[in-house]
């Protein structure tokens, strides 16, 4: 099976959910299993088909984020030797020129993308045409709409 690349938070991200899940939540729908069983015929009881539910829920997402860090290549690019090229991880300062304003991005795995966050996977259009760039460079980004263009301002490997 292929490796995903991480990065170090994202990973640390899912280490607490699974711990949540298997600490908390785990043992909470067991025992309102374990209640709902008191109230006597399973067929009707909408308690415990709901309980049933998202033990089933949650049972799939211990599963899912069990394999998803197994199968991940976790990058600290903080160890990695500042070469000032854009790579997994890195955050990088952006000048968008058609409209004249600066963003900033950190290239991260599928999993831990959020644009709300500036947090763009590494598989978007923008992070593909930034990955190898460095700075003063122009990384031209395909989209429905048509080519737009950024100037790279600032590279950092945070």
Same mark, same amino acid.
């Given at each position: 099976m292929r490796q995903t690349p991480m990065t170090v938070r994202g990973a640390q991200k899912l280490r607490e959910e699974l711990d949540y899940l298997k600490t908390e939540l785990r043992p909470r729908i067991i025992a309102d299993i374990a209640d709902a069983r008191e109230h006597g015929d399973l067929k009707e009881n909408a308690e415990y088909h709901a309980a049933r539910e998202e033990q089933g829920f949650c049972e799939g997402r211990i599963q899912e984020i069990e394999g998803k860090l197994s199968n991940a290549q976790?990058?600290?690019?903080?160890?990695?030797?500042?070469?000032?090229?854009?790579?997994?991880?890195?955050?990088?300062?952006?000048?968008? $020129? @058609? +409209?004249?304003?600066?963003?900033?991005?950190?290239?991260?795995?599928?999993?831990?993308?959020? &644009? /709300?966050?500036?947090?763009?996977?590494?598989?978007?259009?923008?992070?593909?045409?930034?990955?190898?760039?460095? $700075? @003063? +460079?122009?990384?031209?980004?395909?989209?429905?709409?048509?080519?737009?263009?950024?100037?790279? &301002? /600032?590279?950092?490997?945070?």
């Open positions: 976790i990058i600290d690019v903080t160890k990695l030797p500042n070469t000032g090229k854009i790579i997994f991880g890195t955050t990088v300062e952006l000048f968008k $020129v @058609d +409209d004249e304003k600066e963003i900033t991005y950190r290239i991260v795995g599928d999993d831990e993308s959020d &644009i /709300k966050a500036n947090l763009i996977s590494v598989n978007s259009p923008i992070a593909r045409a930034l990955i190898g760039k460095e $700075v @003063d +460079d122009v990384a031209v980004v395909k989209t429905p709409g048509g080519e737009v263009e950024y100037e790279i &301002i /600032k590279v950092q490997y945070l």
